[in-house]
């Protein structure tokens, strides 16, 4: 077919190409490669790409910058770093997945007539605004079953369960319960004065696994358990009873993932859950390095769906939050106030009050990414992005939340 359009096309033949024509150009437009693109670029391309942006002008990339999976955002090759993408009809997935996402500028989408709804929404997108109408509104009396309880800490290791028992409770939860170490209760008491602390049974200031008898008990009087903020690998034992007797939904956050060796030791918990984790933590659930996740973020994130039976969400520039079935829900691309340590606790305490709230599993894990990166947002707009810490995050919830029926 192109040699039969070239055959057809009147006028001057085409020139090869050659770099010094992009010399002194106020923009350049890159239509190279369509959205049909897979795989790595090769010569002669590969050359024209260096040659696009070793040029030093603005890049406008026609639908996605060329060496950019549309579908998937994968890179596997040179693609070009466009100013702008401006794509056809809709925005394609792969221009909000890192790696591409790194390559595609501004995005604006073009109307060109296609009937809105042609063709049929596929089962990955941007998380809409509209999951943050979902989250229900705190009931006027406590409400009982409205209880997140956050398991985890040690002895000079609070702050990560506190942050996410502060993020819960700024998110409005009737009840935040921590269990933690009996030597680090009296520091999570004087740190959260309207929680309930469960100071555990211990040794050497670490959870050991006969305090999962007492989770269990708990558990049974909470919406959902977060389990993770804080805990090393040295409680294992005490995760992994943790996470199998306890039947509630279930919030697992890096911390608490390293105590399971694979993947599949995570598909046999016997409630809902929603693992959190980095490329790092996915990849070593999956075999594969970190390196290799972040390279097919979408694709990896799934492949640990399937061997779950979990929600996942993957961490980073742009989460990526995928469900059995198929769905998949991207977030917003990081803002720098996320890159503070402790946001990951915030994520994970948002995500355990809309379980509790009677939210499923998809749809409160889209909402918490929403939420935190609106309340992210908020923040660097106060204190500038470079300088939040978590607290300044769990600080703009209440805003970010009090938002979400606009």
């Known amino acids: ?85 401006t794509t056809n009809h809709a925005a394609k997935i792969g221009l909000y997945v890192t790696p591409g996402a790194r390559c595609v500028g501004e995005v604006r989408v073009v109307d060109i007539g296609v009937p809105r709804g042609a063709p049929e929404a596929g089962l990955v997108g941007l998380i809409s605004r509209r999951v ?150 996915l990849g070593r659930l999956l075999g594969l390095s970190a390196e290799e996740v972040g390279a097919r973020r979408l694709a990896s994130t799934r492949a640990l769906v399937d061997r779950t039976g979990a929600v996942i969400v993957l961490e980073g520039d742009g989460c990526v939050v995928a469900a059995p079935g198929g769905p998949v829900a991207l977030g917003p691309a990081a803002s720098g106030a996320l890159a503070a340590n402790g946001t990951g606790s915030v994520l994970s305490g948002l995500v355990g009050t809309f379980l509790a709230r009677g939210m499923d599993s998809f749809a409160a894990a889209a909402a918490a990414v929403l939420a935190r990166s609106d309340a992210g947002d908020l923040a660097a707009t106060r204190v500038g992005a470079g300088h939040t810490v978590a607290w300044d995050v769990i600080q703009a919830l209440p805003e970010a939340l009090a938002a979400r029926r606009d």
């Open 1 to 85: 077919m192109p040699r039969t359009n070239l055959d057809r096309l009147t006028g001057v033949p085409p020139r090869p190409f050659d770099p010094a024509a992009l010399e002194g150009s106020g923009a350049i437009v890159d239509a190279l490669l369509g959205t049909g693109f897979e795989g790595a670029v090769r010569e002669p391309l590969a050359g024209v790409i260096a040659a696009i942006n070793a040029a030093g002008a603005p890049v406008v990339a026609a639908d996605v910058p060329s060496g950019v999976n549309a579908a998937t955002g994968e890179v596997e090759g040179p693609a070009v770093r466009a100013s702008l993408t």
């Open 132 to 281: 943050l109408r979902l989250v229900p509104a705190r009931p006027r009396y406590a409400a009982p079953r409205d209880t997140v309880l956050i398991v985890g800490g040690a002895r000079g290791s609070t702050g990560a369960p506190a942050m996410a028992a502060e993020a819960a409770m700024r998110a409005g939860t009737c009840y935040v319960r921590a269990a933690v170490p009996a030597s680090a209760a009296p520091s999570m008491d004087l740190r959260l004065p309207g929680a309930l602390i469960h100071g555990l049974q211990e040794e050497d200031g670490r959870h050991v696994e006969s305090g999962a008898r007492t989770i269990a008990d708990l558990a049974a009087e909470a919406g959902a358990v977060v389990l993770g903020p804080g805990l090393g690998e040295a409680e294992g034992a005490f995760s992994r009873a943790v996470a199998s007797s306890t039947e509630v939904s279930m919030v697992i956050e890096a911390d608490g993932l390293p105590a399971f060796p694979s993947a599949e030791g995570l598909a046999e918990r016997p409630g809902p859950a929603v693992l959190i984790l980095d490329e790092a933590g």
